[in-house]
């Protein structure tokens, strides 16, 4: 197993692999001189082959993108491998796509489906029918009720709240503590109780 960033985000995988039983033979990161991180080698992006299975170990959700689009070009054949935490919640009929992440204390309840390279947060909630694009980050406490769809890229933050049937756009970022009551529209930024679109983002 090989994690591509040496950050934050990868010690909390690092944590959920060794409760799988996994071993972590190296972790890629472009930017460190070190030579190790948290006692696991470090390496450059020419080490991986092919035959690794792979995780982004990066929480920002447009870099992870631009990173994996990256290994994607140079090793057409890369495996992208799931960690899900031992204490996670995740019923039998729940669809995770290859390099996505759950972690501790999370619950995903029935026929949700979990894009690729996403991040199920720390004790986040998604109850049934649940449809997440890739590259979206529940964060830690956020709760989506039922039938909620999130566009690609769209980060919902911290403890915020999604009622039931509601539709956040692509690459939206919801504030910590927001209470989402109606749809959102892509690229929008809100916040707030009830929640309110304060910015457009930039579409590129």
Aim: hydrophobic share 40%; net charge neutral; with cysteine.
């Amino acid at each position: 197993m090989v994690l591509y960033g040496a950050s934050g985000h990868c010690k909390v995988i690092i944590d959920i692999l060794k409760g799988m039983n996994q071993t972590i033979d190296l972790i890629v990161d472009d930017n460190k001189i070190e030579k190790t991180f948290c006692n696991i080698p470090l390496g450059k992006l020419d080490q991986i082959s092919e035959e690794s299975k792979l995780i982004i170990s990066i929480g920002i959700n447009a870099t992870r993108k631009n990173v994996v689009k990256k290994i994607e070009k140079r090793f057409l054949l890369q495996e992208f491998a799931i960690a899900i935490h031992k204490n996670a919640v995740v019923d039998d009929t729940v669809i995770i796509g290859n390099g996505s992440v759950i972690m501790a204390g999370s619950i995903i309840n029935a026929d949700s489906v979990i894009g690729k390279h996403c991040i199920i947060n720390t004790k986040a909630s998604l109850d049934h029918d649940n449809k997440l694009e890739d590259y979206v980050h529940i964060s830690p406490g956020a709760t989506l009720c039922g039938d909620v769809t999130v566009g690609e890229g769209a980060h919902i933050g911290a403890n915020s709240v999604v009622i039931q049937g509601l539709k956040i756009g692509k690459w939206c970022t919801i504030g910590a503590g927001t209470v989402v009551i109606n749809d959102i529209p892509d690229f929008a930024t809100v916040v707030g109780n009830p929640g309110r679109i304060i910015k457009m983002n930039n579409d590129k």
